[in-house]
């Protein structure tokens, strides 16, 4: 059996994508430091004559519901994964019980007391805690204690089978030469064009190609759904918002814009009463009456003398700079605007806005009438939204909910949980429409809140079930998909003459493209197929280019490999390189003993 074991795990490159499956205690807080433990219910699997019940797989799928790994809409996928894991878990228990591996009392003792789910705030077990959460969780010290002695095994041998594996010295070396290799070669893409024959289908290899792909011409569980919708936006652009409010709106966002601002500033208590002061303010009041211009009369009079020579301007001013007296007086004013006579610590000032940053109002209208006419329709939206929600939940149609609030009732066609368009699309509209209450009962949806301005109840009026179609109903694609077939294998043929020709020395006119100095690392946009076949070619000996093809899903492309060159030494990367190399060939060691005991094991589906 070891040497079984060890030829699955010895091709590890080939499992990149698998993984290590370790035993982990951390998936659903403190329930998952144990797994079922007893239990009871129909036998559905019996994995060397022990049984796996109904009840335990029910656990573990609400176990990753709850937790919200997986959607409740995923529940059928889920159940037949979860399935697997528990005869996988169930395959390594008995292996490692049959392999003698053995924790003792006092390890688990240690190993508890060390969980921090048991320790209190100052990191010490808790016995009151352990009770605690064990009982809530429905387990009793000793199953929690035989369920985590079961773990550990599992885990212990992971883990020893893993680190039971190495590389040498010399095959990081290599392995690290090869990483940091560049080659250059030029490479060029056959097409159809490049085909003498026209491809024939004929009645037979559709129907080949229809049964070996059945799988390809399925259609999914489908639903035909009634809905309707509350549109905020739809409601607030049936409202007419009148010229003048808009431009008072257009004002009222004026009010707190930065602003460009002059003053006239006066001081007193010196040469002057603020009497005095007052009074020159007054006489320079009635000068801007009678037509003086501000800028002028700042010159003239104001005591700044810096902003004076400006006329009085002050430049652009937001709030929280100036004083709570000169800052209420100017964005009280309108552009064009003077003020009344305003004190502040420096003196007595004149102010005028000169300036307002907000953009024009044609510019801004649009915006401004959407703006009000959502403010007017909030109302009215409120409570049609109200409506909708109690007599969705009382009516047994949609279409008198529709009718009593005034909707339109939308029909869709067939659609899938992955197939929607438009707002049906949008996140948890399907999820809805597939859950029991909808799909089974017959009820109206809950309401859905698509977005802060829609509001959707669904209801279904026609399911059907997921069914592989019949072959007229899809020939369009089963011949697509025999003449892509076809076409594949004609190139490929294609690609073996045309290496072959260029191996003789044949002279062909080929338009190649350039790849220069390419590392495994950078493809230079080049497809993942052609860098790999180009990797796979041996060194060109002299000056003789080595010639190949790669496959690159529909496409074939001659390759042919000029140069080999060793590429720079990059110790981190190659360090990086080593440890995943490593990884990789524990994570291939781990699958394949699981895969050696899924083919030895007598798993019998109840």
Same mark, same amino acid.
């Given at each position: ?27 659903? /807080? ?68 049959? #392999? ?22 100052? #990191? ?8 605690? +959460? ?10 929690? *204690? ?33 990483? +940091? ?11 159809? !064009? ?30 035909? &759904? ?20 808009? @431009? ?50 700042? !010159? ?97 149609? &949609? ?19 992955? /197939?929607?368009?438009?707002? &049906? ?10 859950? !029991? ?26 399911? @059907? ?9 899809? *020939? ?28 003789? #020395? ?101």
């Amino acid at each position: 059996m070891l040497q079984s074991i060890r030829d699955r795990s010895r091709s590890w490159g080939a499992k990149i994508i698998i993984g290590a499956v370790v035993v982990t205690m951390a998936l659903f /807080g403190v329930e998952s430091l144990v797994g079922l433990f007893g239990g009871g219910g129909d036998d559905i699997v019996k994995v060397n004559g022990e049984p796996i019940t109904r009840h335990q797989l029910e656990l573990e799928v609400q176990r990753a519901i709850r937790s919200g790994q997986v959607p409740p809409e995923q529940e059928r996928a889920l159940r037949n994964q979860m399935l697997d894991q528990l005869i996988m878990d169930r395959l390594l228990t008995q292996y490692a019980e049959e #392999g003698g591996l053995h924790l003792s009392e006092e390890q688990l003792d240690q190993l508890i007391v060390t969980l921090p789910e048991f320790q209190d705030q100052d #990191g010490r077990f808790s016995s009151e805690l352990f009770r605690n +959460r064990l009982a809530s969780a429905g387990y009793t010290p000793l199953s929690f *204690r035989e369920e985590l002695r079961v773990d550990m095994k599992r885990q212990q041998l992971q883990q020893g089978l893993a680190f039971s594996d190495f590389t040498l010295p010399a095959e990081q070396e290599r392995l690290g030469a090869l990483q +940091r290799q560049t080659r250059s070669f030029r490479y060029h893409t056959l097409s159809a !064009a490049d085909l003498d024959d026209e491809l024939e289908v004929s009645e037979e290899a559709m129907q080949r190609h229809y049964e070996a792909n059945v799988e390809n011409y399925q259609r999914p569980e489908q639903v035909r &759904l009634e809905y309707v919708i509350i549109d905020r936006q739809q409601m607030a652009d049936e409202i007419e918002i009148e010229e003048q409010a808009l @431009r008072e709106l257009w004002r009222e966002r004026g009010r707190d814009a930065d602003r460009r601002v002059s003053h006239i500033m006066l001081t007193f208590n010196g040469e002057r009463s603020r009497e005095e002061a007052v009074a020159e303010l007054e006489a320079v009041r009635e000068r801007l009456a009678e037509g003086e211009a501000f800028a002028d009369l700042a !010159a003239e009079v104001s005591d700044d003398t810096v902003s004076a020579e400006q006329g009085g301007d002050l430049g652009v001013i937001s709030r929280g700079f100036f004083g709570e007296a000169f800052e209420d007086a100017a964005f009280a004013l309108d552009e064009g605007q003077v003020s009344d006579i305003v004190e502040t610590d420096n003196g007595l000032h004149l102010l005028k806005v000169t300036a307002l940053e907000r953009p024009p109002f044609e510019q801004v209208r649009d915006d401004l009438r959407r703006e009000a006419a959502l403010s007017r329709v909030a109302g009215e939206f409120n409570e049609r939204v109200q409506r909708l929600i109690d007599e969705s939940f009382a009516a047994d149609d &949609l279409q008198s909910v529709a009718d009593d609030i005034g909707l339109e009732l939308h029909e869709s066609d067939w659609v899938s949980r992955d /197939g929607a368009e438009g707002v &049906l699309a949008e996140p948890g509209v399907m999820a809805e429409a597939f859950t !029991a209450d909808v799909l089974e009962e017959g009820y109206n949806s809950e309401v859905i809140e698509l977005d802060e301005d829609r509001r959707l109840v669904l209801r279904v009026a026609d399911h @059907r079930e997921a069914t592989v179609l019949d072959l007229d109903e899809v *020939r369009d694609r089963v011949r697509a998909g025999v003449e892509s077939q076809l076409r594949r294998e004609a190139l490929i043929e294609l690609a073996a003459e045309r290496v072959e020709q260029l191996r003789a #020395g044949e002279a062909n006119e080929i338009a190649w493209q350039q790849a220069e100095g390419v590392s495994r690392q950078d493809a230079d946009g080049l497809p993942e197929a052609v860098l790999q076949a180009a990797f796979r070619l041996p060194a060109p000996e002299g000056d003789e280019p080595v010639y190949g093809h790669a496959v690159a899903g529909d496409r074939v492309v001659l390759i042919a490999l000029d140069r080999v060159e060793p590429g720079e030494v990059d110790s981190e990367t190659e360090l990086f390189v080593a440890r995943m190399a490593e990884r990789l060939r524990a994570q291939a060691a781990i699958q394949g003993l699981l895969d050696d005991l899924r083919d030895q094991a007598d798993i019998e589906r109840l």
